[in-house]
């Protein structure tokens, strides 16, 4: 009877699953840059309520939060070729991996869209306020003032969903994909040994995943020692312009009983 698990065979696997990796973290990358660029967009539409597109935003959001990763990805790689071919374009030799990235970059981008507009609220009203009365348009506002505060309150979300997005990409497979996953079960489907490649794939989503933890909580503590930092900076300009303004007034007190002393004596005589 075989071995449940064989370690010489999963040594063995190990450097084959390896091999797949760049195809995993491929996939991550481009998915992050697509829902970062189309989250950003969607969070700014809701929040400056752009009529009609805020209601569509609405609904791709909710439709993108209530269905399952794996539907997403077959209503993109079974549906979109059939509804371009109704239109007379034929992408059926399309390299798989696009199908990929747009599957997981609007996943990617309908939660990064709410983490990024909840961020931008999170920050007071007033300072867009202050920033648009001192002569910022708009656009210099939210990249001066709203943002760097926003990112602060960002980051841990980021890494969360950028990890999540990271143990989602095991479903790849499902269309031919040879990622980590993929790799994995081909060689477990040719030796009849699938407990060794799934091992050796766990350890390798448990590495990166860690390695990317640790990634984010040091953007975390860059983005919180830069805002102390401004913080810092703003304190000490306010404290020199109330000091200057109490010098002004000391010295317009100062000047006013010579004034009075002259009158007077101006009247004695």
Not at 22 to 49: C, D, N, Q, S, Y
Not at 194 to 202: K, T
Not at 254 to 264: A, H, I, M, S, Y
Request: glycine share 4%; hydrophobic share 50%; aromatic share 8%.
């Amino acid at each position: 009877m075989n071995q449940l698990f064989n370690i010489e065979l999963a040594e063995k696997y190990f450097p084959k699953i390896l091999s797949a990796l760049p195809t995993t973290l491929l996939i991550v990358f481009v998915a992050t840059i697509i829902g970062l660029v189309l989250g950003a967009l969607i969070a700014m539409i809701r929040i400056e309520k752009v009529p009609v597109l805020t209601q569509l935003s609405a609904v791709f959001v909710s439709f993108i939060r209530g269905t399952p990763i794996l539907v997403q990805l077959f209503i993109v790689f079974y549906g979109l070729p059939e509804v371009l071919k109704m239109m007379g374009l034929d992408i059926s030799e399309l390299n798989k991996m696009y199908y990929l990235y747009v599957t997981y970059g609007l996943n990617t981008a309908a939660f990064q869209s709410e983490t990024i507009r909840a961020a931008i609220l999170s920050v007071p009203e007033h300072q867009l306020e202050a920033s648009l009365a001192s002569g910022l348009t708009k656009q210099q506002a939210y990249l001066k003032v709203i943002l760097p505060q926003a990112i602060q309150v960002a980051v841990p979300s980021f890494g969360t969903a950028t990890i999540s997005l990271l143990q989602d990409t095991s479903l790849a497979f499902t269309i031919g994909v040879l990622d980590v996953i993929g790799r994995a079960q081909a060689l477990g489907a040719v030796t009849m040994h699938i407990f060794e490649g799934y091992i050796d794939a766990a350890l390798i989503f448990i590495v990166c995943s860690i390695l990317l933890e640790l990634f984010f909580k040091w953007i975390e503590r860059k983005t919180s020692y830069d805002a102390v930092t401004q913080q810092s900076k703003m304190a000490i300009s306010k404290r020199k312009n109330r000091l200057k303004t109490n010098l002004d007034h000391l010295s317009q007190e100062t000047t006013q009983p010579v004034v009075v002393k002259t009158t007077l004596s101006e009247e004695l005589l």
